[in-house]
């Protein structure tokens, strides 16, 4: 039980009265935290019994795995791989079916696509880079037919948004009437996406012979194909696109298991390591197409230890696959963005010894000054190869 | 284990259904809710759990012995040396490189050789500033007599890791808390109704209007603002004022409906912010728990208004600078917050002045609502400043606002989403009244059924692929 404190001392009486009186007369006003819980708590309409919210949680939870059955079977899926994944999906699989059976998802899928046509009647459909593009494993139920999924209007017709991401003047002009500008592909993932893909953009950003087009998904790589297919974006974008230049960086998200037929190959493992980089090279092979420039971004020291010695393992395989690969390269920027002995920092001096944060608070991101060390080495890179797909176009 | 995620639901229907089952055990409860805590942040990242542990261990030991010890000296001794502690921890996680980039900057620009090879590297911890300043609530309302029960272990360690509040808040007052944890909350007296709809609300905030407007609006523009007209780049500043708004408010809106739930009530953060007429109200109205801290352990602490009018505004203005480093390290943070220092000092002036125009304008009938719209306008030039990833990023994204207004055009969706995140704030409270009202009216299976569509609406229609359903970090 509670016991009350003892009785105050006078001092602390009167240091109290002085809190009081500023508190009163304080310039962000006057009321303490008690009168603020009061005030956020107005009297309800009625309290209720633990049984009855628990009925209310019981019948909510029962609805939700009914009508949102697809929802949680696409959240499994793109949990990590490993057994608690695979024991999720053993037990949704069948509840999904059997509620599909009898017509429980119908309700669900009748909104989502109710939901989407009013998205795209707003505008606020798919992003055009990805039309069709999205994919699910070819044994995922979740996705309906093909006739189902949202046409998504190509990028010319559509009203651009600012998140279009199509960059230097390319929103009027389309793909097709780019004339003689050679077009750049950035392609990756998270550590593209932000500060380093509009480094690259601004690097480039007035030279009217390119134009650059930036394809990049969060949290995504090459090891959850059942999650996010790259393989299945990249062959409609590249036939949209015709990018001559392309600066891919994958492989931040793959330090994981990968899901191989009904096996887990474990992270670094033989087995592993050799269908990853078999991945790699399909992906590099699918990039450079006949007469594409590819560069693969290595991936750059990490705060926590064991993930950057993970990227460093993930670094040695885009080296040996872009060794094996006609018009690919590996750029390595492990020594761009680090401390003096090539291993992680926050923050580096740049020429004038003044000390310049180039990652974010999480470790892994560049900020924008990283970006800008990073971008220089891909600008440089562009430029070199410029000259040599003009030729080839 | 962020809240809009199925993890989070399927975590917080096993906490409920134990918790009230041992609404009688009350002892077996707190610790039930306490395992829970440390289970919450070891999702987040379980190797700073010692951290959580060790602060907390800190703020129960000092403000114990401050409730047993009556020598005004030792006591003064402790609480200093107990805050110290605190922030130093805050200090080392949070801005130890910040400091020595800067020291070393400076060394560097006063002519002296490289300073550092290098500079420390420390992980920032999930949550720390928030754990930091529930630490020191503790110890110093311990010190000013304020919480009117003893202070035990385990109650200080729930009040620290308490998961609904433990990453973003809202910030809780020992005072206020730890009496809620002496006596067992009553089962049959739930405030399931609003407890469900701060979470229905909340959820539809964030995961609906933050989610859309950031990566459809914000996001695009902020990263590259030299490539975007002026008309974009003004719809993505009250874009992001929409965002942060529906984002933060949204969180601490699932924070208060799940204590709710389990029976605890948390203090409101936040309360209609953009229909603010003045600096000094829409801190009433942002991140209450926030400014009510910093005014009830900073600026009071440094003097309050008790020194003359200097004093006072050079106390505002501390204040408000440290409020703004609270939020990163970094300078946008301490211009975002030298900047509310100034708008607090202005209105301060302002209000005072016993100039006739000036008193006249203030009667006027239109000067609320033109108030309304400068001070909006004044949170949002904050704004810019707090999303923006450098200075630099932020005086280029103000000058494409002058720059041309041709090209470029948001969708009908994303505009509808500012229009929304924005005036929402202006739907009076009466109207969710009037909703809980006809909520609890209904039979329990029907409420449970409209929360399960409310939930399926807002996941159906919440972005593919991106939270809610993350699988991995980026």
Known sequence: ?393 | MLFPTVEYGIFFLCVFAAAWGLARRHLARKWLLLAASYVFYAAWDWRFLPLLGGTSLLGAAVARVLQLERRPAVRRVLLGAGVTLALSVLFFFKYLGFAAATVGGLLAAAGSAQAFARLPEVALPVGVSFIVFHVISLMVDAYRERIPVRVTLLDSFLYVAFFPQLVAGPILRAASFLPQLCAPPSPAAIDASRGLELIAFGLAKKVLLANLLATRLVDPVFEAPGMHSGLEALLAVYGYAAQIYCDFSGYTDIAIGSALLLGYRFPENFRAPYLAANPREFWHRWHISLSSWLRDYLFIPLGGSRGGRGRTLLNLAVTMLLGGLWHGAGWTFVLWGALHGLGLIAHRLWSESALRPIQRLRQAPAWKALAIGLTFHFVCLGWVLFRAPSLEAAGELLASLGGSWDGGSVSLAVALAVVVGVGGQAVPLAFRARLRVAFARMPLAIQGLALALAVLLIEAAGPKGIAPFIYFQF
């Open chain 1, 1 to 393: 039980m509670a016991e009350l404190a003892a009785t105050s001392s006078r001092g602390l009486e009167a240091e109290r009265s002085v809190i009081a009186e500023a508190l009163s007369r304080y310039a962000l006003g006057s009321s303490t935290a008690e009168a603020q819980l009061e005030q956020s708590h107005p009297a309800s309409p009625r309290l209720y019994r633990a049984g009855e919210v628990v009925v209310i949680l019981a019948v909510f939870a029962a609805a939700a795995v009914a009508f949102g059955s697809e929802g949680l079977l696409t959240w499994a899926q793109r949990l990590e791989a490993g057994p608690l994944q695979r024991g999720l999906l053993a037990a949704l699989r069948p509840v999904h079916r059997a509620l599909d059976a009898v017509g429980g998802t119908a309700p669900r899928r009748a909104a989502s696509s109710v939901l989407e046509r009013f998205a795209q009647k707003l505008g606020a459909g798919e992003d055009p880079l990805f039309a069709g593009g999205w994919s699910q494993g070819g044994e995922d139920p979740t996705e309906p037919s093909g006739s189902e999924a949202p046409k998504v209007p190509a990028p010319e017709s559509s009203a651009p948004e600012p998140a279009a991401r199509v960059e230097e003047g390319a929103l009027a002009s389309g793909p097709a009437g780019s004339g003689e500008r050679v077009t750049l592909l950035l392609l990756g993932d998270s550590m593209l996406a932000g500060s380093l893909g509009s480094a690259i953009s601004r690097g480039l950003g007035h030279d009217r012979r390119l134009r650059v087009v930036q394809a990049v998904q969060s949290a995504t790589g090459l090891s959850r194909p059942d999650v996010f297919d790259w393989m299945k974006v990249v062959p409609p974008l590249l036939e949209r696109e015709r990018p001559r230049l392309i600066v891919c960086s994958l492989g931040a998200n793959d330090t994981q298991r990968l899901p191989h037929g009904d096996q887990l190959l474990e992270f670094g493992e033989p087995a592993w390591r050799a269908l990853y980089q078999e991945r790699v090279m399909t992906m590099m092979r699918a990039l450079s197409g006949s007469d594409a420039r590819v560069l693969w971004l290595g991936q750059p020291p990490m705060r926590d230890p064991g993930f950057s010695r993970r990227a460093r393992g993930l670094n040695r395989v885009f080296m040996s696959a872009a060794a094996q690969v006609p018009r690919a390269e590996y750029l390595q920027l492990d020594m761009l963005v680090s401390g003096p002995d090539g291993d992680f920092a926050s923050f580096i001096p740049d020429s004038r010894g003044r000390f310049v944060r180039v990652r974010m608070d999480d470790g892994v991101h560049y900020s924008p000054a990283g970006a800008r060390l990073v971008a220089r080495w891909v600008v440089d890179w562009v430029y070199e190869r410029l000259p040599t797909v003009r030729k080839g176009s």
